[in-house]
């Protein structure tokens, strides 16, 4: 778990000015005090009342140090549970039930930034002002019926990049996973066709087999037909994949979610410690959308593809990493067609941590 | 647990010349090999045959480095399982099976100086000769029936100072315990009177609340009438403090465990690690003195009221505070008029510590 | 776990360029993807189809690291669990499945020499060339028929030299173990007869006892009478001692095991990391050899000996020496004449290890 000795200033190996994933939407309920840790920051999440607004505020009193989710809720106030020190939404305290009750200047808990979008809860935890045109919108995913969209949330004990890694090079597909998403060999002699997106980028990989992928195949006119599919994912700093993916037998049909039958997903990924990680999914199909059992049924059905198929390669990676599961390119890999796109993901969140810490640096410098 | 690679002089994060307890005096029964670490240091503790006076020494033999718990009692004698070593009270080597049974000069456990007193096994550990005077004398935890007093201990996982921290500052008990201690929102307010007592220190607290503390209104003349109490504790190097606490309905009586309903208390406690200790706890009162069930059910509920309420906050801070619960400052705590005894409590003995490591600096420089 | 972002020929703290044991012959079978650490190294090993011979690599893909043994096995190839990159019995990589399926140059498995032998893999580790002359010969185990011998292997939480000083320290019998193998006192007062052998050494204890060991008792003429009995060790770089021991009512026979009622064993560990140990025994009798179930209960019995009597010690000293395990010397151990073998045991190493080790610097020096 985290220590925040350190002042939370100090430089951390995080791309810090940015918006992570904190839950769900749905993990933090009207009452609760939930918490997290995230980017080895102690984090308390809970919901005003009325308005239901989330708000965060690091999950340490600065008085004697308890975590603040042990004690209670007073309205949209919470009370430290050792020496009942009250803090409002902001971390602002607004009671000191001691002698002359009077409120120390210092006595403030560093708050988070919310919002919340896309059914996710998200937390920007760096020292600049909170940048809401850094805050991506993954629209479609709340476009459409509940029944057509599935979320899920696994804890994974490996460096945050290596699940990025695995979701960004899709070639892994037929190697790892079972019958319902294999490409029959097709997506490994691929090469992926990698674009620039604005100032992110994108990869692409199209295909013909035979039949379709199981997961789309019973939703098309022949379902043991050869269909054409794609995969587009677009990496968004600092830990969004979006994914699309689509079949179709229609000839003419575009290769994309208007022309086939396919789904709108997004893989997005915290940091909790530099080993270890909160991976959220979220996934939007566009077939079948009102069939809540079978919208059960599907989320459930690719999380445990994840538990079961991902996760064991990903923590024994990072079993055979160490510490370098965050440094990659220090182990000197071999490298292959396949990892275009991985590569760039690294190289392009890495430049940007580095371009963060030297301004964080140059600002301390002129400070002093 | 600890490692002894390292001479036993270097220097200690603990006030090393001072008395701690070992154990409580029912720990360490007339035949077994007791162990216990203490303040980084693996400790063998028995009893004497015939006298059952308790001694101690490093818990290794000096050959093999195997624990001597391990090995079997002859007579007043330790012998080491893995050669037969045998080694006296002192620690002195009085037999070596081997070859021509030559006794290496070097043989030689270092002993620590015990102590037994008020129900408990004092020890130090330090290189000064032990320093009778340093020995606290709890005389009233002993004066009285056997069914007057309880005992008790817990193994918590942080620092010492954690729960020195909580049994300064009483102002925490309207906040984290239940119904049978509480002052009914009479503590908080209240800045307690802090006094020198001879090199020592002591804090208290008066105050009147409706109806009495639980504990003490079914021994006052009208349980459910208004009360006066006060709580008194003295701070006593390195890990005690003495805490006595009373209620009284007689006007004229004096706020001492003469003039009330009241105990006598003692709260010590013996690093085991940094970041672990062995805390005790005894409980003298001066009402009821005689029953049997109620005192067993008195040491219960007041090791309950410990076990579930203190020790998951002391836990759940030393997770966030890490390596510097030792140094709490470091960590630029906000500080209010409640942790005035707590303040003093750490700073006189990180003084002290201070003070001892220069000696101990100093004499070895000397001796260089 | 081993973690291999080092370059693998970095300075290690184990004698590198030696045959240690990786497995029990009978641990890897026709099939299987075997994976052991060892000297902090992943690594797998296999049998080819056909010879049955033994090979092994590093376990480790050179692309995004997954332990090898978690793909499968395609003929005498094994193919990578991510990303199908399949590699050869020496460690090539033979196909890369991805876009043009160009093999990338640096794709290469580390791979290490194997030879079988004795019922044992035996694996060579170092940078330099294997060298067969140092690849010992245990000849006696596998002379005879295999009711006639028992192999089993520990592991054991401590430094390998720890398990190496209690075997060349057989003084420690009569304290530790039980009466089946007890010498009634006979061996300590003993100083062991230390002799070279070679450029390795062996020590010798000679002693009679009444009666005999129960373990050769009801095979001699008279099981109550007393018998002559020999101790011999030879301590053979890195990890093995080979323990020769015997009894004789013959009061004209050689005290060997062509003399006596005796057996022939070997003690070999091998490091998993500096505080984890893989210890192999292997035990060759000289009679009652086509007794199946003799057989089965003797190795069973000897098991449980060093399960419940030897490893717990092990275990707790490594607890007191910490890191420190691998360095005894500098703890300041007092010696006694027992220790004459153990104590050149670990001299006779440690200056073989500075050797390497000062080789390496200097061939590393030369090339750069």
């Known amino acids: 778990m985290s220590n925040l000795a350190q002042p939370l200033t100090q430089p951390r190996p995080y791309l810090m000015n940015a918006w992570y994933v904190a839950a769900l939407s749905t993990e933090v309920d009207a009452q609760a005090l939930f918490h997290r840790t995230l980017l080895d920051t102690p984090v308390l999440i809970y919901r ?68 919340e979008r896309n059914g996710l809860i998200w937390i920007w935890m760096g020292d600049e002002a909170a940048d809401e045109s850094k805050l991506h919108d993954f629209g479609p995913l709340t476009e459409g019926p509940e029944t057509g969209v599935g979320y899920t949330n696994i804890y994974v004990k490996c460096n945050y990049k290596l699940i990025l890694d695995n979701v960004m090079d ?23 066709q990698v674009r620039a997106v604005g100032d992110a980028f994108a990869a692409r990989w199209e295909w013909s087999q035979t039949p379709a992928m199981m997961i789309f195949a019973g939703f098309l006119p022949d379902p043991k037909a050869e269909a054409r599919h794609f995969f587009d994912i677009t990496y968004l700093m600092p830990g969004n994949i979006q994914l ?8 003419g049909a575009p290769l994309d979610l208007e022309g086939t039958t396919g789904q709108y997903d997004l893989h997005t990924v915290t940091p909790e410690t530099l080993t270890t990680t909160h991976y959220f999914f979220v996934t939007r199909r566009n077939h079948n959308v009102d069939d809540a059992d079978f919208n059960k049924m599907k989320i459930e059905a690719m999380r ?18 160490g510490v370098s599961a965050d ?25 940007a941590i580095a371009q963060e810490q030297a301004r964080t640096a140059a600002s301390e410098k002129a400070a002093a």
Chains 1, 2, 3 share one sequence.
């Open 48 to 115: 005003k009342k009325g308005s239901g607004e989330p708000v965060a505020m690091l999950d340490r009193c600065p008085h004697r140090f308890l975590p603040l989710h042990m004690g209670d809720r007073d309205g949209d106030k919470v009370t430290c549970k050792y020496h009942g020190l009250q803090f409002d939404c902001d971390g602002a305290c607004t009671h000191n039930p001691h002698g002359n009750q009077h409120i120390p200047a210092a006595s403030t808990v560093p708050s988070f930034t919310l919002r």
């Open 170 to 192: 899709l070639s892994h597909i037929d190697h790892v996973h079972g019958e319902i998403i294999t490409t029959r060999g097709k997506l490994s002699p691929l090469v992926p």
């Open 244 to 251: 699309s993916v689509g079949a179709t037998q229609d000839a």
């Open 304 to 321: 445990n593809a994840f538990v079961d198929e991902d996760v064991p390669l990903a923590e024994a990676i990072q079993e055979r990493m």
């Open 327 to 351: 440094d990659f390119f220090a182990m000197k890999p071999v490298l292959m067609s396949n990892d275009v796109a991985a590569v760039r993901m690294r190289r392009t969140l890495e430049t």
